[in-house]
């Protein structure tokens, strides 16, 4: 089955430390998204990949970073330097960007304690 | 920037009401979807319009390019419908998300 997976689904990490979420797609998408949600709050983008090797800041992007080596995987990293990091991270996948259906994964709740 | 709202920001209804979720937002854009949200935080896309009206079983969206708003309807809802309601708008190369609305249908 053609889907978006992301890992842990729960995510403890002690404050200082860097921490990886993973996010693969096996959908053949070329638009990959990574998206910060927060109580009450509407979801926020945090980094974005038309296509492979290339990806964009969004309107959160400062203590975070990313790669897109593979089309199919596009790891979000939370440095020391976010200041809050304590949120549900959504990645999600589109054949296209931005004016296309996306497809989400089922999300990874981080807590830094 | 597109600021996007969401009314009413929560909705309990009687199974087998119709229900309606509306969505205004302030910038011209080129799509407008809406999106549904399980409590485990999963997240479903329903429907991605930029004119007219779209259907989907018990589920109709409409949008108002003029207007700059859209609704979401529920004929016949169920309790499974119980979810929060997202909408959000593609403009350029961005996309801005709406508070959501949190829909309880009891049985």
């Known amino acids: 089955d053609g889907g978006i997976t992301q890992s842990p689904k729960y995510l403890f990490r002690k404050e200082g430390q860097n921490v990886t979420l993973s996010c693969e797609q096996n959908?053949?998408?070329?638009?990959m998204y990574w998206y910060r949600q927060d109580p009450g709050q509407g979801l926020r983008l945090i980094y974005y990949s038309q296509i492979v090797n290339d990806f964009q800041k969004g309107d959160i992007a400062e203590g975070y970073s990313v790669s897109r080596e593979k089309k199919e995987s596009f790891p979000l990293t939370v440095t020391s330097a976010q200041k809050n990091p304590t949120a549900f991270y959504l990645c999600a996948s589109s054949k296209w960007a931005w004016a296309d259906t996306q497809y989400f994964g089922p999300g990874t709740r981080l807590t830094v304690l | 920037k597109n600021e996007v709202e969401q009314s009413p920001q929560n909705l309990t209804a009687q199974e087998g009401e119709f229900i309606t979720i509306n969505c205004s937002y302030s910038v011209g854009i080129s799509a407008l979807h809406w999106l549904q949200q399980h409590p485990g935080g999963g997240i479903v896309s329903l429907f991605m319009?930029?004119?007219g009206k779209k259907k989907h079983g018990r589920l109709i969206a409409t949008i108002n390019i003029q207007e700059k708003h859209s609704s979401l309807h529920i004929t016949a809802s169920h309790p499974r419908d119980s979810a929060v309601y997202i909408c959000a708008v593609n403009y350029g190369q961005n996309f801005v998300f709406g508070p959501g609305t949190r829909l309880s249908v009891l049985p």
């Open positions: 959908l053949n998408h070329d638009a």
């Open positions: 319009l930029s004119s």
